[in-house]
């Protein structure tokens, strides 16, 4: 086992999940971190929202991490969620220079709102995709207008980021939360696969049917809960979802899974 020589640092990280099974490819050590620039009406994890999760440096992170692999097998590794993961962008390149050293598989899912080609992030971006293996990118809104509703923040910087991946051709998975009545119509999920239809790097497009676990976060926190009365799709809502973005239940132009 290497001695973790890379460069360190410290952020914010609000929870782990050692056993994720749903952010990326086989079993992954999940690092949720904290602080995010959205406000999603929909958001399960509002306490993700400020940075008053727990200080830690990334070798202490990694470390943690490792004693997991065993169980990760071909496929597995990390995945950094959050929050807004890419809030933290020194604290990224330096986890992921660590996982590196080690051949740890890496994946981000992000949002892409704090992205920017502006300097220096825009430099900081391009060292840490050279360490991401796949980037789980989360489509709130195609719309922008509706975006802003959404999300309380333009959707142009997530865009912007899907179109710069693919110039750089780094893999990726599409998400999208399907929300009844704001991100379900038809016109709007069409806007998006043909969005989709324009990036040459998507390995995979994922329909997330909206829930409510999180609701009692929201109370727990003093906040006004926006989707109220708002249920889950039904299941032929996500069916339909599916078909028009064309996921993996739906082959179309789509790349095979890897």
């Not at 929050?83 to 590196?100: H, N, T, V, Y």
């Amino acid at each position: 086992m290497s001695t973790l020589t890379g460069a360190d640092s410290w952020g914010y990280v609000h929870s782990t999940e050692t056993f994720g099974s749903v952010d990326g490819p086989g079993i992954r050590y999940v690092i949720f971190l904290a602080g995010c620039p959205l406000r999603c009406a929909f958001c399960h994890n509002p306490d993700t929202w400020t940075r008053s999760g727990t200080r830690m440096s990334a070798s202490d992170v990694i470390k943690t991490a490792l004693r997991y692999r065993p169980y990760w097998k071909r496929d597995g590794g990390i995945t950094v969620s959050g929050g807004e993961p890419l809030s933290q962008i020194d604290f990224l390149l330096s986890l992921f220079s660590l996982a590196k050293e080690e051949g740890v598989s890496t994946v981000i899912d992000t949002s892409g709102a704090p992205f920017t080609r502006e300097e220096p992030w825009f430099t900081k971006f391009n060292n840490l995709m050279n360490m991401t293996d796949l980037i789980l990118l989360d489509i709130k809104h195609i719309n922008e207008e509706e975006h802003i509703k959404l999300t309380g923040k333009t959707g142009k910087n997530s865009k912007d980021m899907a179109l710069y991946l693919s110039e750089i051709e780094k893999p990726v998975w599409i998400r999208h939360v399907l929300v009844p009545g704001i991100t379900d119509r038809d016109d709007y999920l069409t806007q998006l696969r043909d969005f989709i239809r324009t990036l040459k790097n998507v390995e995979r497009v994922e329909v997330l049917p909206y829930h409510t676990f999180g609701i009692y976060k929201w109370k727990d926190l003093g906040l006004e809960y926006r989707l109220e009365g708002v249920d889950p799709p039904s299941a032929e809502r996500v069916k339909n979802a599916e078909r028009i973005l064309e996921t993996a239940e739906y082959t179309g132009w789509k790349k095979e899974l890897r």
